[in-house]
């Protein structure tokens, strides 16, 4: 998540094949704006008509017992860190995607999959909430879904192939929580 003076909206509900370009702070205040957009793109998916992001959480849950929730987090987080490819943003423009665009495209940055993530965890009934964080006394550079198993919030790291459930980047030095 790099924040910088333009964002894009791409895919928007009303128009998916437009997108809408709008101001931004290069600060905090732009990171919590983008954390917004991102949940709204959330709320959107989980309430769209054409269910997109239902009938892939219906989809990627049919080999998961029913009732292990554990198990259906384990699914959701490893398609969207293994099936969507990371791809970064163009130099200082931040894209924000819709659900439905990220799984049509079936590439997005950190801030694309992690609104993925969130919508088809909220979608399977699961609590999700977006994690800014800065790395090494930085500024917040990137984001993270969490979710809760039992009374922990757990990390889920999506652009890094192959790791777990409860996997956090070292040298986390600053982190804001939002919830979806």
Same mark, same amino acid.
């Given at each position: ?70 198990? *259906? ?20 423009? *931040? ?61 889920? *790291? ?23």
């Amino acid at each position: 998540m790099h924040v910088n003076r333009t964002l894009r909206h791409l895919g928007d509900s009303a128009t998916p094949t437009t997108a809408r370009l709008q101001g931004i702070p290069d600060n905090d205040s732009g990171t919590f704006q983008t954390l917004r957009i991102m949940r709204n793109f959330v709320h959107s998916a989980i309430r769209a008509p054409d269910q997109v992001v239902r009938g892939a959480v219906i989809k990627i849950l049919s080999g998961v017992v029913p009732r292990d929730w554990s198990g *259906e987090i384990r699914a959701l987080h490893a398609f969207v860190r293994d099936q969507i490819r990371y791809m970064m943003d163009p130099e200082d423009i *931040e894209l924000v995607q819709t659900c439905e665009k990220t799984l049509e495209l079936r590439t997005g940055d950190c801030d694309d999959k992690s609104t993925l993530l969130a919508a088809m965890l909220k979608t399977a009934g699961h609590p999700a909430r977006f994690s800014a964080v800065g790395l090494n006394g930085e500024g917040f550079s990137h984001v993270l879904v969490q979710t809760r198993i039992a009374e922990s919030w757990i990390w889920l *790291e999506t652009i890094l192939a192959g790791v777990p459930a409860g996997w956090c980047p070292p040298g986390v030095t600053k982190a804001y929580f939002l919830k979806v």
